[in-house]
């Protein structure tokens, strides 16, 4: 759902799976180069605020392998 809405808002990102990643920490890569503009960056975030919003992203550390 997320890289689905993140590809239909214009935004590529590439997956960041298991094995490279641990397990419970698959997520999705960002990369910025400096052919990025501040509009492309405005939006990207606001895409992700969306996603945010509506809960469908989780903490990019699972709640247990936190620091205290």
Same mark, same amino acid.
Request: glycine share 6%.
């Given at each position: 759902? @997320?890289?689905?809405?993140?590809?239909?808002?214009? &935004?590529?990102?590439?997956?960041? !799976?298991? !094995?490279? @990643?641990?397990?419970?920490?698959?997520?999705?890569? @960002? &990369?910025?180069?400096?052919?990025?503009?501040? &509009?492309?960056?405005?939006?990207?975030?606001?895409?992700?605020?969306?996603?945010?919003?509506?809960?469908?992203?989780? !903490?990019?550390?699972?709640?247990?392998?936190?620091?205290?």
């Amino acid at each position: 759902d @997320v890289s689905e809405r993140l590809w239909k808002a214009g &935004q590529y990102v590439t997956l960041a !799976p298991y !094995p490279g @990643v641990p397990r419970d920490e698959i997520g999705f890569r @960002v &990369q910025l180069t400096a052919a990025h503009t501040e &509009q492309h960056v405005d939006d990207l975030n606001n895409v992700l605020t969306e996603l945010a919003r509506d809960g469908a992203l989780r !903490p990019a550390i699972p709640q247990q392998r936190r620091p205290a």
